[in-house]
């Protein structure tokens, strides 16, 4: 597995300052644990109150743009271990099936962050706006630009946007006016960050990015059914080689394990959110045979359909799930 260790600059004190402000923002608006939407147009923020060792969530994630206020994460995408610490941001230019565990975390200092959902169009005017003076960044990418999902540590001026819009919740009556005003902003210090090659893969049509995105637009959408790689590639005029090694590098996986991670991630939403049992959820995401499906949950979740969802549930004692 490809790990990627933290490599957190030491910030100074005013950012640290307004990393402090934009926490108390967040608990103010986020008073229980989990994903909390809000006022503003595709801001959400998250909270978590406490790290279990062994407590691994699963979740797809959407095309967004996220940055820790406080607290760390570890999120495994494929072969990749990536650590989040404080001020990380976080470009996600895919859809992307996660696991993840918060590794610090407590009642005192709460996991806190925020995900806004990026709008391609916003990004794509940017970039037009911006012409030429975005084309010395491509000089600075590297290979792990490839990848779907890019980490940096936040900069003064993306976190102070960050802050503003949060800072509208504070004023109901400014969101329609000033919200988009502020993404903007945020869209534009994040293109002209060290973030920035990620965010053009919102923008460019033609790049490899924007190639797999549609392939996992269809995989998304037709999950359960029988993987085509050959009608794949042809949809985006690639070869199946070229399509196999190109979505690798996107996502970290090739498409029949992201297929598969698809199917283990909505079956586990359907056990726990409908109290669906394991062999009805296999069939309905497209398993033929639940021992197949038991034995591949278990390798991707670490323990069998049912021991996970009452886990999860809560239903475990506490010696159980440590």
């Not at 006022?39 to 691994?56: F, K, M, Q, W, Y």
């Not at 941001?89 to 993840?100: D, R, T």
């Not at 792990?144 to 900069?155: N, P, W």
């Not at 999950?223 to 199946?240: G, I, K, Q």
Request: with cysteine.
């Amino acid at each position: 597995m490809s790990v990627v260790q933290p490599v957190f600059e030491t910030p100074d004190d005013e950012i640290v300052q307004l990393a402090d402000t934009l926490s108390r923002r967040i608990q103010k608006w986020a008073p229980e644990e989990g994903l909390t939407p809000t006022a503003v147009p595709g801001l959400e923020l998250v909270r978590a109150n406490s790290s279990l060792t062994n407590c691994i969530g699963s979740t797809v994630y959407d095309p967004s743009l996220c940055l820790i206020a406080q607290g760390s994460k570890r999120i495994w995408l494929g072969d990749r271990e990536i650590d989040y610490g404080p001020l990380s941001c976080m470009v996600s230019a895919v859809h992307l099936p996660v696991l993840g565990k918060i590794t610090e975390a407590s009642a005192e200092r709460p996991y806190l962050g925020l995900k806004l959902a990026v709008d391609a169009q916003e990004v794509t005017d940017l970039v037009l706006e911006l012409g030429e003076g975005l084309s010395e960044m491509e000089e600075r990418g590297c290979a792990e630009t490839a990848c779907g999902l890019g980490r940096v540590q936040a900069e003064k001026g993306l976190v102070e946007a960050m802050l503003r819009l949060v800072s509208l919740l504070d004023s109901p009556q400014d969101i329609r006016i000033l919200a988009p005003l502020v993404r903007r902003e945020i869209f534009y210090r994040a293109l002209v960050g060290e973030i920035g090659l990620h965010m053009r893969k919102f923008a460019v049509a033609d790049t490899q990015t924007h190639r797999i995105s549609k392939v996992i637009a269809v995989l998304k959408d037709r999950f359960t059914e029988p993987l085509r790689v050959r009608e794949l590639a042809d949809m985006v005029n690639m070869s199946e080689s070229s399509l196999f090694h190109s979505f690798k590098q996107v996502t970290r996986m090739s498409p029949v394990q992201f297929q598969k991670k698809l199917r283990l991630h909505e079956a586990r939403r359907l056990m726990l959110a409908e109290g669906m049992e394991a062999a009805t959820a296999s069939f309905r995401v497209g398993y033929g045979s639940p021992s197949h499906f038991s034995r591949e949950y278990s390798r991707l979740f670490g323990v069998p359909p049912r021991t996970d969802v009452s886990k999860l549930r809560g239903e475990l004692p506490q010696t159980a799930r440590a």
